[in-house]
């Protein structure tokens, strides 16, 4: 399977494709620039000019504002210290490469950890995972623990590998020295003080390879269902154009606006000359969150005066990291987003999402004390339940639906700010061999704009695109999603699609990727090709996985715009169990009940013969949870009942094998 290594933080666009673990020519640094008239700038000043005793109730992230600045935040600001920001990235600049495949990344690695291990009150460990090469990396996780909260966690992270054309020449100062550098002295501060929340403080390798160390944890996050409040990653930060003052792009994907919000209103408290704008062309690993269902943004140095020596042998002090005074008001704003965060009242976390034909379910994490969740649909209330899901039967297939929900405690009847919300659209179920040609819409895509239907098809036909009606922008990172594939009971699958395409050739890329712990890209386009073509990759590496997703993801620079690129006759082929003649799929004779559950649930299954019966649950990310039966069963209706006891909420997949009968389903447990 061909596979892309894509260099993430700062141009994501200089991915290249590697085969068989050799990169091909195109990897790349160019000089960015953004279209100023495409920026939108983030007004703090509209919370600053309020009274600073009033609370402002609200905001756009749900929020209750206090616009009176927290004393003990600004002593906690007031600590950064930008002699000990340069004495890190010193030295982890002189190990001359932190690239992820070499030893020297390890090193660093383990100084840092011995750093952060020497700090009071942290907890450190390593965090080691599989490399794309078969080799073991690990993140460097710290977590201060939450005296109320303990188990809610919000999040800082920066990533310490390196790359460079010459991968034994990558100093990485600013990319990303500077944040890990960040990281650990926000760290370094804020352990001295105690939080109702854990606060983590993370460093990670891989990320310019393919999000590897940040992918890892926030798939191993999600698959426990770890209640994750907001994920900042502090990616560059170390150059200031001189004359200018300091500004962030806060970089993100659409479902992580709630955390832009956030961040905005408390730097408009504690650093109200801090300039801010909205972005989503670039990507760091804020991403790994954003695709496993929680908020994370990148707030990144200024675009418009970016440094221009990251990715290569000048990324070191005094050339491309030219101001400490810029970074330490990073680190500033990190703390006090971090501490206004740790200390937010309660609220629900976690909120899930799953559509199905004709109703949503959704799921999220319990409060103490509640006495009952009020559903906000489209922002307005909606429903009430007393348990920690809700089942949405109200909807029409194909249209969009937006959530939120809050909690009602018991005896004082006070309502907590909302949930992070989700914008969920209910489809019928993908059956395989699954083939959409356009005719009917886009039923089964997520599609980020302007990714959309365009009448340029085969046979002039409807066919997908990038950009409808029109060439596509400059500095773009749009995706177009498909999915749940279930694998779990499949020997073979694979996808192909007929496309044609007109990108600036090496600079703009149309990939298609799955998110499997890191990103592992199948496909890339890039340059020219008018004629209609079709395209195949296995998924053959995803077999056994019950909820896989396939991405288009289309990224521009900022200097040539095309046409784009078409897509059509997109087909998902699969073989299911042994391929056997006369094999038969046991798929419509399952029921389970109920779903979702609170313990315990039911499957009730039809034989058509006398059959040894196997029956396995798996958790989200296709592990093997239990065997629930495993036994010699008569033809005819019979039952099995599944305890998930201790299990974390969240969703689960049986699947069910009977001599030729074979099938899966998804249960959620509350």
Not at 40 to 56: A, E, L
Not at 412 to 417: A, D, G, L, R, W
């Amino acid at each position: 399977m061909k596979k892309v290594t894509i260099f993430c933080c700062m141009l994501l666009a200089t991915a290249a494709l590697q085969s068989q673990n050799v990169l091909l020519p195109g990897a790349f640094t160019r000089k960015l620039g953004i279209d100023a008239s495409k920026i939108r700038k983030i007004k703090p000043g509209s919370i600053s000019d309020v009274s600073p005793n009033r609370q402002v109730a609200m905001k756009p992230s749900g929020r209750t504002v206090n616009l009176t600045p927290d004393s003990t935040i600004i002593e906690m600001m007031n600590q950064v210290d930008t002699s000990l920001l340069r004495q890190t990235v010193q030295h982890l600049q002189d190990y001359g490469t932190r690239y992820a495949y070499l030893p020297q990344a390890d090193s660093a690695g383990d100084w840092i950890y011995k750093k952060l291990d020497s700090i009071n009150n942290l907890s450190v460990v390593k965090q080691y995972f599989p490399l794309p090469n078969g080799d073991t990396g690990f993140n460097v996780i710290a977590t201060l623990s939450g005296t109320k909260y303990p188990d809610e966690y919000v999040i800082m992270g920066a990533h310490y590998d390196s790359w460079a054309p010459d991968s034994t020449n990558a100093p990485g100062a600013n990319d990303d020295g500077v944040g890990t550098a960040g990281v650990m002295e926000a760290a370094r501060i804020m352990s001295q003080y105690s939080f109702d929340r854990s606060i983590i403080f993370a460093c990670w390798t891989m990320e310019e390879i393919n999000l590897g160390g940040s992918g890892y944890f926030a798939s191993q996050a999600a698959d426990s269902n770890m209640k994750i409040l907001g994920f900042i990653s502090l990616d560059v930060g170390g150059y200031l154009k001189p004359g200018n003052q300091p500004s962030t792009f806060i970089m993100h994907q659409p479902s992580s606006e709630w955390l832009v919000d956030f961040y905005a209103e408390t730097c408009g408290i504690y650093l109200p000359e801090f300039q801010m704008y909205h972005g989503n062309w670039y990507t760091s690993d804020n991403w790994s969150f954003s695709l496993n269902g929680y908020q994370g943004i990148w707030n990144c140095e200024d675009v418009n005066a970016l440094s221009q020596w990251n990715h290569t042998p000048n990324d070191k002090i005094g050339i491309n990291v030219n101001s400490f005074y810029n970074l330490g008001v990073f680190v500033k704003a990190g703390i006090a987003n971090l501490a206004s965060m740790a200390e937010s009242e309660p609220r629900p976390l976690n909120l899930r999402g799953f559509p199905d034909d004709i109703k949503i379910t959704l799921i999220w994490s319990p409060n103490d004390s509640v006495d009952h969740y009020n559903i906000y649909r489209d922002s307005m209330i909606y429903a009430t339940s007393i348990d920690t899901s809700y089942l949405d039967i109200n909807v029409t297939n194909g249209i969009y639906y937006s959530y939120h929900v809050t909690s009602v405690f018991s005896g004082s009847n006070i309502e907590s700010e909302g949930s992070s919300p989700v914008r969920i659209k209910p489809r019928p179920p993908l059956t395989f061999p699954f083939t959409d040609d356009f005719e009917n819409g886009t039923m089964f895509w997520e599609l980020e704009e302007p990714w959309g239907l365009e009448n340029q098809g085969i046979n002039q036909s409807w066919c997908l695109s990038d950009s409808p009606g029109s060439n596509y922008e400059n500095a773009t990172n749009v995706m177009a999603d498909v999915g749940p594939l279930d694998l779990t009971g499949c020997t073979d699958a694979e996808v192909s699609f007929m496309t044609n395409y007109n990108l600036e050739n090496n600079y703009d890329w149309c990939y298609l990727f799955v998110f499997d712990n890191s990103l592992v890209f199948l496909d890339a386009l890039t340059g020219n090709q008018p004629n209609w073509i079709q395209r195949t990759s296995s998924l053959n590496d995803f077999l056994g996985k019950p909820d896989v997703h396939l991405f288009f993801l289309l990224i521009t620079d900022i200097i040539i715009i095309r046409d784009g690129v078409y897509i059509d006759n997109f087909t998902i082929s699969m073989t299911v169990g042994t391929p056997e003649s006369g094999k038969e799929d046991a798929s419509n004779t399952f029921k389970v009940f109920p779903n979702p559950f609170s313990d315990p649930t039911t499957i009730e299954y039809v034989l058509a013969h006398d059959e040894n019966v196997f029956l396995t649950i798996y958790d989200y990310l296709g592990k093997e949870v239990e065997v629930v039966l495993n036994k010699f069963q008569a033809k005819g209706k019979h039952q099995a009942h599944w305890n998930a006891g201790n299990l974390p909420a969240g969703m689960y997949y049986y699947r069910i094998q009977a001599g030729t009968q074979v099938g899966s389903g998804k249960l959620v447990k509350n």
